[in-house]
């Protein structure tokens, strides 16, 4: 299972990688803007920025809704970098755009993936990734975590190469029941990431082990 970070935040990208456990990083605009990233030139250096900080795939999304704005903007960002994969949204252009960058090889990303028949869609139009938004579906009391396990069974059922990318997801029990079906990648926080390395038995067990040896360490110098 690939972990992605979601987050246009260089300091915590950086966190990540030098965990060593990640393997790439998703954006969109509104990430984007919570850094303060504005201004086509500045967006460019930024995504550079995180291309030179992490080895892996790092989605890049076109603000363009039409097929002709997508395919420039898509062709700028994967000119940038060959870690960049174009993120596309799950409109009618978008599909076209998703054929046309899998036929010229480019990475994509179809992004605000809500249900099945869009997961089916960005699949037959060759996508790279598709991004259901888990977190987002929970928020309306709708199962985001039922919508990875049906993607599962679809693309199982018929051998498609586009990976899961489980998006939106907020917290670890999101990473685990990933996990549990089988999604190729998830992206989230820095903090549901660390998450996973929190146990109290874990703490407890150390401080017992450090403090046994101290003790062994005194008695041996007495
Ligand atoms: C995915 O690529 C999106 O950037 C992201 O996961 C959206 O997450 P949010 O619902 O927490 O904004």
Do not use: W
Not at 69 to 74: N, P, S, T
Not at 127 to 137: D, E, K, N, Q
Not at 141 to 161: A, M, P, T, W
């Amino acid at each position: 299972m690939k972990f992605f970070i979601d987050t246009a935040n260089l300091d915590q990208i950086r966190e990540a990688q030098d965990l060593g456990v990640l393997d790439g990083v998703t954006t969109n605009p509104s990430l984007m803007a919570k850094e303060g990233i504005t201004g086509d030139e500045n967006v460019i250096n930024h995504y550079k920025a995180i291309c030179e900080i992490v080895e892996g795939d790092v989605s890049a999304e076109v603000i363009s809704t039409d097929f002709e704005g997508m395919v420039r903007e898509g062709e700028a960002l994967a000119a940038l970098h060959p870690n960049i994969v174009v993120k596309i949204p799950m409109i009618k252009d978008g599909i076209k755009a998703l054929r046309y960058f899998s036929n010229k090889g480019i990475k994509t990303n179809c992004t605000l993936v809500f249900s099945p028949g869009q997961a089916l869609l960005a699949a037959k139009a060759g996508a790279t990734y598709v991004s259901p938004f888990i977190g987002r579906l929970d928020d309306i009391s709708s199962s985001g975590i039922e919508l990875i396990e049906k993607i599962r069974v679809i693309y199982d059922n018929y051998g498609f190469e586009t990976e899961i990318l489980a998006a939106s997801v907020r917290h670890t029990m999101h990473i685990m029941d990933c996990a549990m079906i089988g999604a190729d990648v998830m992206t989230g926080p820095l903090s549901a990431i660390v998450g996973l390395l929190k146990h109290p038995l874990t703490d407890s067990g150390l401080a017992t082990f450090l403090a046994d040896h101290k003790k062994s360490v005194e008695k041996a110098n007495a």
